[in-house]
């Protein structure tokens, strides 16, 4: 009966090259599910970004927003300036370093004030 099934869906592929381009349909769909994991919450997602573009200032920036949101401050802080130090770098585009400076600046600027109100 099975084999009548896939005869009909098929046709007069071989058994074999279906069963081949299954195993690779479903290593493919496993892939997308890991992949699409990263992008379920926004820590892993920044943190994965850093991984594949370590010196770019937004990503650095946006790394910091999110430990930040979680009330990482110190961590935070770490990674705003970095995300600064990138932002003065000399290889980045002058768009991505006036963003990256800017955003970073104002950054630092607000964590040390909720780290500033934290020791009181």
């Given at each position: 009966m099975l084999s009548r099934r896939m005869a009909w869906m098929c046709g007069d592929v071989p058994p074999g090259l279906v069963a081949i381009l299954v195993v690779v349909m479903l290593t493919l769909a496993t892939s997308t599910?890991?992949?699409?994991?990263?992008?379920?919450?926004?820590?892993?997602?920044?943190?994965?970004?850093?991984?594949?573009?370590?010196?770019?200032?937004?990503?650095?920036?946006?790394?910091?927003?999110?430990?930040?949101?979680?009330?990482?401050?110190?961590?935070?802080?770490?990674?705003?300036?970095?995300?600064?130090?990138a932002g003065h770098s000399p290889r980045r585009p002058a768009w991505d370093r006036v963003e990256g400076e800017r955003t970073s600046r104002a950054n630092l600027k607000a964590v040390d004030a909720l780290l500033a109100g934290l020791k009181r």
């Amino acid at each position: 009966m099975l084999s009548r099934r896939m005869a009909w869906m098929c046709g007069d592929v071989p058994p074999g090259l279906v069963a081949i381009l299954v195993v690779v349909m479903l290593t493919l769909a496993t892939s997308t599910a890991r992949y699409a994991s990263a992008w379920a919450h926004e820590l892993p997602l920044w943190q994965r970004a850093v991984r594949l573009a370590p010196e770019k200032p937004r990503v650095l920036n946006n790394l910091g927003v999110a430990l930040a949101a979680q009330g990482r401050l110190v961590e935070a802080r770490t990674w705003f300036e970095r995300a600064h130090t990138a932002g003065h770098s000399p290889r980045r585009p002058a768009w991505d370093r006036v963003e990256g400076e800017r955003t970073s600046r104002a950054n630092l600027k607000a964590v040390d004030a909720l780290l500033a109100g934290l020791k009181r």
